[in-house]
């Protein structure tokens, strides 16, 4: 399975983008996950969303700000993100987790998941 990410780029604070996570094939099943990462620093949990859409978990940085949802027909899990900040400037990594069932917990870290994206670079400027 490949992950294909887009919809960085360069925002003022306040603005909004929109990501888009792609896979290669049927991904319906799978948790999917977003984690940002700046130089020098670990990869960070965002936001996770469960195989149907009905769960999702972000973040307390960026709850109330930044929304996940998926359409499984277009194979395709989407990052809204409203009132942005400098401190969102990040490379930002989609994640697939080949397991239906869903564990908060373990939708928060990096080593729960099987497939990775190349990432897309957002900058904020203040």
């Known amino acids: 399975v490949q992950l294909q990410a887009s919809g960085g780029g360069l925002v003022q604070a306040g603005g909004s983008l929109r990501l888009s996570c792609t896979t290669s094939g049927p991904s319906s099943t799978f948790v999917m996950g977003w984690f940002r990462q700046t130089p020098g620093k670990e990869r960070e949990y965002v936001a996770s969303i469960n195989w149907s859409g009905g769960i999702t978990d972000y973040a307390d940085s960026v709850n109330g700000r930044f929304t996940t949802f998926r359409d499984n027909t277009r194979n395709t899990v989407y990052l809204q993100m409203n009132n942005l900040k400098p401190e969102d400037t990040a490379v930002y990594y989609c994640?697939?987790?080949?397991?239906?069932?869903?564990?908060?917990?373990?939708?928060?870290?990096?080593?729960?998941?099987?497939?990775w994206g190349q990432g897309t670079q957002v900058t904020v400027s203040s």
């Open positions: 994640a697939a987790h080949n397991q239906q069932s869903y564990i908060r917990v373990k939708a928060r870290t990096t080593g729960a998941y099987d497939y």
